[in-house]
């Protein structure tokens, strides 16, 4: 029922840079933790991002210090910043509003394709 929209995938060089974006309606983006996924083919869907309303930060351990997650609150926005990019973060990227109940419900996106290559 909620329509969250990714752009800025593409296809770039090892050590380049993209930044994907993603919009969701307001509520959910106001209530609910915020974030960015990748699943490589034949891989499970984990986490590279998080950021709750609040301002909380959650990376993977592989992309610290190489990608950053921010938002824009009057524009129902959040953005993920990739520098440095490797081959291994090939993936679809999706983004995702999480609803923080035990367990959680997740919202997705349709997914946007990123392919670094050597």
């Known amino acids: 029922q909620v329509q969250l929209v990714e752009s800025g995938g593409g296809l770039v060089q090892t050590g380049g840079s993209l930044r994907l974006s993603c919009e969701a309606s307001?509520?959910?983006?106001?209530?609910?933790?915020m974030g960015w996924y990748r699943q490589a083919p034949g891989k499970q869907r984990d986490l590279v991002a998080a950021?709750?309303?609040?301002?909380?930060?959650n990376y993977a351990d592989s992309v610290k210090g190489r990608f950053t997650i921010s938002r824009d609150n009057a524009k129902n926005m959040i953005y993920l910043q990739m520098n440095s990019l490797k081959p291994e973060d090939t993936a679809v990227y999706y983004c995702n509003a999480q609803v923080p109940t035990i367990p959680p419900y997740n919202y997705w996106g349709r997914g946007t394709q990123v392919t670094v290559s050597s």
């Open positions: 307001g509520s959910i983006f106001r209530r609910n933790v």
């Open positions: 950021l709750t309303s609040g301002g909380s930060t």
